[in-house]
């Protein structure tokens, strides 16, 4: 069937699909690039004259009129499901929303408890058999669209057709408007002498044939790019990012020892560069996949000898790891970190990683990230039970298997030696070494 007709009969412009939504209505897209610039500066064009309107945004990639303007609010309000600067300020001004979740859980809780009034997406021109693809995002497409009442589509011929990802009919489809401008792109990452350390440490740890999930950053992309000399890697990963994406290129991955969708990349988003998302248009070995299964530590831990990277903002005697508050002001959300940190400890030979730089700055001078405890209002990504290594440039420190007083000394020995006497003082204080 040709299906133009029915293209031509939804197209209009980003205002008119605006000045369809309505008071209380819940609006969302999908993670990272599916956010539709068009649409969204059209809906917050029009703002003041909503009442009631909520936002779901998942990792927003440029500024988002609900989260840049708090007269906004109560008008057309934002709720983030992982922030960006955007969103942060907002949740931290009182204006604005957060949703907390485990990933692996986004669409659990979309089916059982949110809404889908409008769903709002940038997606790939449609095909020949009437399909639009949502190319770079997949992590809770399906149930969106499953649940959505009306479904808007911002076609953008730079948005890369995803063959696995989540794919949209035009017959579902209320209305859609074309705004072709290249996707955001992340800058890129300043790997400096501390990442690079951090990352040589990892490295060290990892095998040929093990099977990876890198986080965002300086410290994961450090990681990647140290793994160059690997061979047989596999990529089963919440993000797709340009280091994993040289891991192709140079030929240290291919995917041949995976159990889960051998010969097969598995991400639930991409972001990066272009190349990122060059690598995944039209193809075949590479699969942008809903987070329900991408995350599911079951699913996870399913393949052998996966490796997890992830970051921390600070890690307290126990082993609690905070990733997403810097006390009570928020920074960001959970992500993947708990599922695969949970996926790597039960797969065979699996390794999990928290890595960050033994010290942050702020305005009163250095601090350590080693903590007796967590600040006050600290929120915990991941519990203590489920950290394996904690890695700082100064080393690494085993915590799964080991007892209190051995995590204490163990964690101690990776703090910044400029804190350690200190660490030690109140770690004798408290009684924790035995």
Not at 112 to 118: K, L, Q, R
Not at 169 to 184: D, I, K, N, Q
Not at 318 to 337: D, N, W
Request: one cysteine or more; proline letters at 4%.
């Amino acid at each position: 069937m040709d299906y133009t007709a029915e293209y031509d009969a939804r197209r209009c412009t980003a205002e008119e699909i605006a000045a369809r939504v309505r008071d209380n209505w819940r609006v969302c897209a999908d993670v990272g690039v599916s956010n539709p610039k068009a649409i969204y500066d059209a809906l917050g064009a029009r703002a003041r004259t909503l009442t009631g309107v909520t936002v779901d945004s998942n990792i927003e990639m440029y500024p988002m009129p609900w989260y840049e303007d708090f007269k906004n609010f109560g008008h057309v309000t934002g709720c983030s499901w992982f922030s960006n600067a955007g969103a942060r300020k907002a949740v931290n001004g009182g204006y604005a929303d957060v949703m907390p979740i485990r990933y692996c859980d986004g669409a659990a809780v979309i089916r059982d408890y949110v809404e889908v009034d409008a769903l709002c997406l940038v997606v790939s021109p449609m095909d020949k058999h009437g399909f639009f693809s949502m190319g770079a995002s997949g992590s809770f497409g399906t149930e969106r669209i499953r649940k959505a009442k009306h479904i808007f589509l911002e076609v953008n011929r730079f948005m890369p057709r995803s063959l696995a990802g989540p794919q949209i009919h035009v017959s579902a489809v209320t209305a859609l408007c074309e705004h072709h401008v290249p996707l955001p792109e992340l800058p890129a990452v300043a790997i400096d002498a501390v990442s690079q350390k951090i990352g040589e440490l990892i490295a060290e740890r990892i095998e040929d044939g093990d099977c990876l999930q890198l986080g965002i950053g300086a410290i994961p992309n450090a990681v990647g790019f140290a793994l160059k000399g690997k061979r047989n890697l596999g990529i089963h990963t919440e993000m797709l990012t340009d280091s994993l994406a040289e891991l192709l290129d140079c030929g240290a991955a291919d995917n041949s020892r995976k159990q889960v969708r051998p010969g097969k990349s598995v991400a639930t988003f991409a972001l990066g560069s272009r190349r990122v998302y060059d690598l995944i248009d039209d193809n075949p070995s590479v699969e942008i996949l809903p987070s329900e299964f991408v995350n599911d530590p079951r699913v996870i831990c399913q393949n052998r000898n996966v490796v997890s990277v992830n970051s921390a903002i600070e890690v307290d005697f126990y082993g609690q790891v905070c990733g997403e508050s810097v006390g009570v002001k928020h920074i960001s959300g959970s992500g993947g970190q708990p599922d695969f940190v949970r996926g790597a400890i039960l797969s065979e030979n699996g390794r999990s990683f928290i890595a960050f730089s033994s010290t942050a700055e702020t305005k009163h001078g250095d601090v350590s990230r080693v903590v007796p405890v967590l600040a006050a209002g600290a929120v915990v990504t991941t519990n203590k039970n489920d950290v394996d290594m904690v890695v700082t440039e100064y080393g690494v420190a085993k915590l799964r298997g080991q007892t209190l007083s051995a995590r204490v000394r163990n964690l101690i020995a990776v703090a910044h030696p400029q804190f350690r006497e200190q660490l030690l003082y109140t770690a004798r204080e408290r009684g924790v070494l035995v």
